[in-house]
């Protein structure tokens, strides 16, 4: 079945530390893997594109890997606005989009 | 500025239809997708549909097995979702979103969201 898994589910850091969100994909996403940040009564926000190209206005500490089935949003120094859910989303040829259940980056 | 700005809350009943709009501004609406996304506090984000404003090309999510529909009105840069038949499990937290590029493969801009509450 068509779809994404994000780990962990829930992750606490401290502002500074690098976080590390991970995807794993039902089906090989090709290069067609998304990453959104959502804050609470706030829409989602695309992040990156692509598997690793930065949005228009997303910080450099905000980057994206991987390949295949297997993806990586890697935040390298959490500032105090990065706390909020973290969501993957990957596109078929269908078309279809997929999205994770999320991953909670909280403040610890 | 690029903008997609949706219609208000709506509480209905069972059994009753219900159209939702999303207004775009600050570029092209013919040139972009746009898809509509649910939210709930169960499923998290689910894709719905998308539509090509240009040509009215739409593609659905097979899971809704026809209860909404996608459209478009060109004229005003409105684009609607809408249900003949709504159902207490389509209470849920609709978006608007605009695809990225060509091949839709991201969504680059949302509306503020529109909930949708039915109950009897």
């Known amino acids: 079945e068509f779809g994404v898994t994000q780990s962990p589910a829930t992750l606490s850091l401290s502002p500074g530390e690098r976080a590390t969100l991970s995807c794993r994909a039902s089906?090989?996403?090709?290069?067609?893997l998304a990453w959104y940040q959502q804050k609470p009564g706030q829409a989602p926000r695309l992040l990156i594109y692509?598997?690793?190209n930065r949005a228009t206005g997303i910080p450099a500490r905000f980057s994206g890997s991987g390949s295949g089935t297997e993806f990586t949003l890697t935040i390298s120094s959490l500032e105090p606005e990065d706390f909020g859910v973290y969501y993957c989303q990957q596109r078929s040829s269908s078309p279809m989009y997929a999205f994770g259940q999320g991953t909670k980056l909280e403040i610890k | 500025e690029v903008q997609l700005v949706q219609s208000g809350a709506e509480v209905k009943k069972p059994g009753e239809s219900l159209k939702i709009s999303c207004k775009a501004s600050?570029?092209?609406?013919?040139?972009?997708?746009i898809g509509w996304v649910r939210q709930t506090p169960g499923k998290g984000l689910e894709w719905m549909g998308i539509i090509y404003p240009g040509d009215s090309d739409t593609a659905y999510n097979p899971s809704l097995h026809g209860q909404v529909s996608i459209s478009a009105d060109k004229s005003s840069s409105t684009a609607y979702l809408q249900w003949s038949s709504l159902k207490t499990s389509d209470t849920a937290l609709y978006y608007c979103?605009?695809?990225?590029?060509?091949?839709?493969?991201?969504?680059?801009?949302w509306g503020q969201g529109t909930m949708v509450a039915v109950s009897s």
């Open positions: 600050g570029y092209s609406f013919t040139s972009y997708w």
């Open positions: 692509d598997v690793s």
């Open positions: 089906q090989s996403a090709r290069s067609y």
């Open positions: 979103a605009r695809g990225v590029g060509a091949t839709n493969r991201a969504f680059d801009v």
